[in-house]
């Protein structure tokens, strides 16, 4: 199982990137997707998730209003696109694929995980 996130890098505040995620089909069909991270020393934490058909999304707090999770099923990726990025905003960020169609904000609703992109934002 493979989940390449890319998109990552330094930024400064107030700035944007779009994170994405690959998968490979039989890995993401039929199931949810999200996005969690973790800063330095500090726990790994959700962000943004979707459903399987898209027509579903939550946002932790700290995110809502900046940041969009997406998804293209005909190319297996799911997309956030970060905006008025802060620098409370600086982790690793993974993408995951969840257990079922719709899965929720727990680490334990996802079942893969990719190896992570960093992001950095400075201020």
């Known amino acids: 199982v493979q989940l390449q996130a890319s998109g990552g890098g330094l930024v400064q505040a107030g700035d944007s990137l779009r994170l994405s995620c690959a998968t490979a089909?039989?890995?993401?069909?039929?199931?949810?997707m999200g996005w969690f991270r973790q800063g330095p020393g500090k726990e790994r934490e959700f962000v943004a998730a979707?459903?399987?058909?898209?027509?579903?999304?939550s946002y932790a707090d700290s995110v809502k209003g900046r940041f969009t999770i997406s998804r293209d099923n005909t190319k297996n990726t799911v997309y956030l696109q970060m905006n008025s990025l802060k620098p409370e905003d600086t982790a690793v960020y993974y993408c995951?694929?969840?257990?079922?169609?719709?899965?929720?904000?727990?680490?334990?609703?996802?079942?893969?995980w990719g190896q992570g992109t960093q992001v950095t934002v400075s201020s």
């Open positions: 089909k039989r890995t993401s069909s039929n199931n949810a």
């Open positions: 995951a694929v969840g257990r079922s169609a719709y899965s929720g904000s727990s680490l334990e609703g996802y079942r893969y």
């Open positions: 979707i459903s399987w058909r898209g027509d579903s999304t």
